[in-house]
């Protein structure tokens, strides 16, 4: 079974490349950070996924969060997938990996009966102080951000 922190555990420390190249790391940002992990760029899910996100993220910024979605594209993609969709929200780009295993969202997949290996939509909030607040381990895109978004203001009007 791959390892998913948990809540109370320190956030999986990155510094990983965003669409545009430059690296974003977890020590830099003083903050609270959602960070998702999907799939694949302009597929339906991951599209729904990344303008839910983008529509509240004023909200979000209310609460003072950053909205970080990881994927296995490439910087490029990602930047083809922000402008086609109009998205606010930052993306990196984790080819090899290494984020999306250190946060156990590299996981066996099944699909029409066969088994891979491949990115389990999950979500992760983090606090300020680089502590899990809260992990969504399966998320399924349907008012994922809207969730995502009542958890924090619970968490932030404590």
Same mark, same amino acid.
């Given at each position: 079974?791959?390892?998913? @922190?948990?809540?109370?555990? @320190? =956030? ?14 977890? +020590? ?36 003072? +969060? ?9 910087? =490029? ?17 984790? @080819? ?23 990115? +389990? ?6 606090? @300020?102080?680089?502590?899990? +607040? ?25």
């Amino acid at each position: 079974m791959t390892n998913i @922190p948990q809540i109370g555990e @320190p =956030a999986p420390d990155f510094s990983t490349p965003d669409e545009n190249n430059q690296l974003i790391n977890l +020590a830099d940002i003083n903050s609270w950070i959602v960070v998702y992990f999907y799939p694949k760029d302009n597929t339906p899910g991951c599209t729904t996924e990344a303008k839910d996100f983008s529509e509240l993220s004023p909200e979000f910024s209310k609460l003072d +969060a950053k909205i970080i979605g990881v994927s296995p594209d490439s910087t =490029a993609s990602h930047c083809k997938f922000i402008s086609k969709h109009n998205l606010t929200i930052t993306l990196l780009s984790d @080819p090899e990996h290494q984020l999306i295993e250190s946060y156990g969202a590299w996981r066996l997949k099944k699909f029409m009966g066969k088994e891979f290996m491949g990115v +389990a939509r999950s979500t992760f909030l983090i606090s @300020p102080n680089k502590i899990i +607040a809260h992990t969504w381990p399966n998320v399924k895109t349907k008012d994922h951000a809207k969730s995502v978004l009542k958890k924090l203001q619970e968490l932030v009007s404590k």
